[in-house]
């Protein structure tokens, strides 16, 4: 009898008493492993979760997160560990470009998130939304968009098909976010994801309670959940929809992810006729989607549907590329496309393609029988592709999901047409448009958009870049909308504040610079003896100000400036035209020249803990400065940032530019990077 597969539940690793169900390899039917979770306390994992890693994980930092998740992607990254997985996913019928899609872009998409995570969020456990909202007329009384971790566990409800890449990219946006991840692997694939999360758990990175591993039925474990949890499910429409009625989401406020299986299409412009570089990236990118694992991808084009007038050359095309395609054991030499995920699986695709066939005709493949290399076609479950030709009238192609090497083509009359076509879909994670014509490319993702959460527009110039139509990517939205479930998953951060309470604090100035760690204005500011320059990170406070003495803008010092810039625009150089400009009445100062003055009122010229000014953030210039006019500024310390992995941190200053009469002329964010430790004045 193969190995049972633990669960890694309340801080050990668990065994079910009973032997548990055969998980058979995809390709020669031997058994590889047996599940059970018989016995488990699910309670004690939700508990566990709550308690233990919950608090341990919002203690941290983003950054501090952050930085655990690029040692996780490393580790996962060594070769031994990658090894290990390449060879065990080949029973799940991958072969090893899918497992690579699997694995490496797994761990590519913890990289990325990690990354965002220490460029985009503070160094700090909560995320401002926006600027502070001035509520009163004295600006006394402000308002606060501000995100927090949500004290509860967030459960994975994952799908057979990516059995790595399909956790890390859950567990990397939930760890930065805050949150504990219970991890519910699917079935046909729980081996290859019980090896990864082993591996990880053994690594010793992620605090523990963070990460634990439910390898079974999930069977009461919602039933545990409440308001602050939240479940992320990967699979079937169907399924989402049952768990859309569990009482838990409906009455306890659990917050449900979806992300479900759709009928994405792809749509060939009418430019792009035989011949064109767009008509061959169609045909290549069809036959790509539908064998790359197995067309197992919930991205994968299942519709393609082109220009009545193109419908023939596109038949012939992919045609002629599938007939290229070897399937067999995903070991073997040679091999473009393994078996499908089990024998059920293969059961469920015929079933579809016969649903399918009846509206239309099968052009390619045979879904009953396809000469395999290096294994058993019977034992293993294996699949042809299969390519039909139908009429998109039928609503067949619209809806019925062959989840395999299948897609349909169809025609379309014009581009209004095939926007209804795509519609027909009820909603799609991915769509791509394939057109060197601009026209076409606005026309078709106008009318596509609503029913798609990512669309790809490729052609002849990003072709060589591209990623391709199905491949998500951690930077953009992951998730659709209708029949593809309507959540986001990924995104970059988007991800990380989708799984965030977002609250409005409504408070003083004072108040909101305590609760926020970010100066506000109206708070209380402290004007020391010591220029703030002259502070270190760690001897600089929120509030800490400079006043700058004056300086009057001369009319030499504009006419130099605008000699000296090229900047000669006529405000500045011509009296007469000038004074006709209702906004200015006169020649005026150059806002950069003004910028500039500022910065020599504040500056300290000596060496100092101030290591460089690398920017300027929300730059306005609000009230014209004349020849003559006396400028001031007012320094004070806004956020502090200090960088993990470095001996400096970044501050972050609110900058007011004040005329004589002490009204504003310019205000802007100064960003420096400023040294966490300098030696006294004494000492430089």
């Given at each position: 009898?193969?190995?049972?597969?633990?669960?890694?539940?309340?801080?050990?690793?668990?065994?079910?008493?009973?032997?548990?169900?055969?998980?058979?390899?995809?390709?020669?039917?031997?058994?590889?492993?047996?599940?059970s979770s018989t016995g488990l306390d699910l309670a004690a994992m939700v508990r566990h979760g709550r308690e233990v890693g919950g608090p341990a994980l919002r203690a941290l930092t983003f950054h501090e997160r952050a930085g655990l998740l690029k040692a996780l992607a490393k580790h996962l990254g060594s070769p031994e560990v990658k090894q290990e997985l390449y060879d065990l996913s080949y029973s799940t019928g991958a072969t090893l470009r899918d497992t690579q899609v699997d694995v490496d872009g797994g761990i590519g998409t913890v990289f990325s998130i990690a990354s965002k995570g220490t460029r985009e969020l503070p160094n700090d456990t909560i995320v401002l939304d926006g600027p502070p909202e001035q509520l009163g007329k004295g600006g006394s009384f402000l308002g606060q968009h501000l995100w927090t971790s949500r004290?509860?566990?967030?459960?994975?409800?994952?799908?057979?098909?990516?059995?790595?890449?399909?956790?890390?990219?859950?567990?990397?946006?939930?760890?930065?976010?805050?949150?504990?991840?219970?991890?519910?692997?699917?079935?046909?694939?729980?081996?290859?994801?019980?090896?990864?999360v082993r591996r990880i758990i053994e690594a010793g990175i992620l605090p523990e309670g963070t990460l634990q591993l439910l390898a079974g039925g999930p069977e009461g474990l919602l039933d545990q959940l409440d308001v602050h949890d939240v479940v992320a499910f990967t699979g079937s429409a169907r399924t989402g929809d049952l768990l859309r009625q569990h009482p838990r989401v409906l009455h306890?406020?659990?917050?449900?992810?979806?992300?479900?299986?759709?009928?994405?299409?792809?749509?060939?412009?009418?430019?792009?006729?035989?011949?064109?570089?767009?008509?061959?990236?169609?045909?290549?990118?069809?036959?790509?989607?539908?064998?790359?694992?197995?067309?197992?991808?919930?991205?994968?084009?299942?519709?393609?549907?082109?220009?009545?007038?193109?419908?023939?050359?596109?038949?012939?095309?992919?045609?002629?590329?599938?007939?290229t395609t070897t399937v067999g054991d995903p070991r073997a030499e040679g091999v473009r496309m393994g078996a499908l995920v089990s024998l059920a699986q293969r059961d469920a695709v015929r079933d579809a393609v016969r649903r399918l066939a009846g509206a239309g005709e099968i052009v390619f493949g045979d879904p009953e029988r396809v000469e395999v290399v290096g294994a058993d076609a019977e034992r293993g479950a294996f699949v042809s592709p299969v390519l039909l030709r139908a009429d998109g009238d039928a609503p067949e192609p619209h809806d019925v999901e062959a989840f395999g090497p299948v897609s349909t083509v169809m025609a379309y009359d014009d581009l209004d047409h095939a926007v209804a076509l795509?519609?027909?879909?009820?909603?799609?994670?991915?769509?791509?448009?394939?057109?060197?014509?601009?026209?076409?490319?606005?026309?078709?993702?106008?009318?596509?958009?609503?029913?798609?959460?990512?669309?790809?527009?490729?052609?002849?110039?990003?072709?060589?870049?591209?990623?391709?139509?199905?491949?998500?990517?951690?930077?953009?939205?992951?998730?659709?909308?209708?029949?593809?479930?309507?959540?986001?998953?990924?995104?970059?951060?988007?991800?990380?504040?989708?799984?965030?309470?977002?609250?409005?604090?409504?408070?003083?100035?004072?108040?909101?610079?305590?609760?926020?760690?970010?100066?506000?204005?109206?708070?209380?500011?402290?004007?020391?003896?010591?220029?703030?320059?002259?502070?270190?990170?760690?001897?600089?406070?929120?509030?800490?100000?400079?006043?700058?003495?004056?300086?009057?803008?001369?009319?030499?010092?504009?006419?130099?400036?605008?000699?000296?810039?090229?900047?000669?625009?006529?405000?500045?150089?011509?009296?007469?035209a000038a004074e006709k400009n209702p906004l200015f009445g006169g020649i005026v100062a150059h806002g950069y020249l003004v910028v500039s003055l500022a910065a020599g009122l504040f500056v300290h010229p000596d060496p100092g803990p101030v290591l460089a000014n690398f920017g300027v953030d929300q730059l306005r210039f609000l009230t014209p400065v004349k020849a003559g006019d006396t400028i001031a500024v007012t320094l004070t310390v806004k956020q502090i940032t200090p960088r993990t992995s470095a001996d400096y941190g970044e501050v972050r200053w609110d900058a007011v530019v004040t005329n004589a009469d002490g009204a504003p002329v310019a205000t802007y964010d100064v960003l420096t990077l400023v040294a966490k430790t300098w030696p006294s004045d004494g000492d430089d």
């Open positions: 009898m193969a190995r049972r597969l633990e669960s890694y539940a309340a801080g050990s690793w668990y065994a079910a008493p009973d032997e548990g169900a055969p998980l058979l390899d995809a390709v020669t039917g031997e058994e590889v492993a047996r599940l004290p509860g566990v967030v459960v994975q409800l994952n799908a057979f098909n990516f059995p790595v890449w399909g956790m890390l990219e859950k567990l990397a946006p939930t760890f930065l976010a805050g949150m504990p991840t219970i991890v519910k692997p699917a079935p046909q694939t729980a081996y290859v994801t019980e090896l990864a306890h406020g659990v917050r449900l992810q979806v992300e479900a299986d759709s009928l994405n299409c792809s749509i060939l412009g009418p430019d792009a006729g035989p011949g064109t570089p767009e008509h061959e990236l169609f045909v290549k990118g069809l036959v790509t989607e539908m064998t790359v694992k197995a067309g197992q991808k919930c991205t994968a084009i299942r519709r393609a549907i082109v220009p009545r007038e193109h419908l023939d050359s596109v038949v012939e095309a992919v045609t002629a590329r599938l007939a795509a519609a027909r879909g009820r909603g799609s994670l991915a769509g791509s448009v394939v057109t060197h014509d601009p026209t076409v490319a606005r026309h078709l993702v106008l009318g596509l958009a609503p029913w798609h959460g990512r669309l790809l527009v490729l052609d002849r110039d990003d072709a060589a870049e591209s990623t391709g139509h199905g491949s998500p990517l951690p930077v953009l939205v992951h998730g659709g909308p209708g029949r593809a479930g309507g959540g986001e998953e990924l995104g970059g951060t988007r991800a990380v504040l989708h799984l965030m309470q977002r609250t409005a604090v409504q408070g003083s100035p004072d108040a909101l610079t305590a609760i926020t760690g970010r100066w506000t204005t109206g708070s209380a500011r402290s004007a020391g003896d010591v220029h703030p320059f002259r502070k270190s990170l760690a001897e600089l406070r929120i509030g800490d100000t400079i006043v700058s003495g004056s300086r009057t803008v001369t009319l030499e010092d504009i006419e130099h400036f605008a000699e000296f810039t090229g900047d000669t625009f006529y405000a500045h150089t011509d009296q007469a």
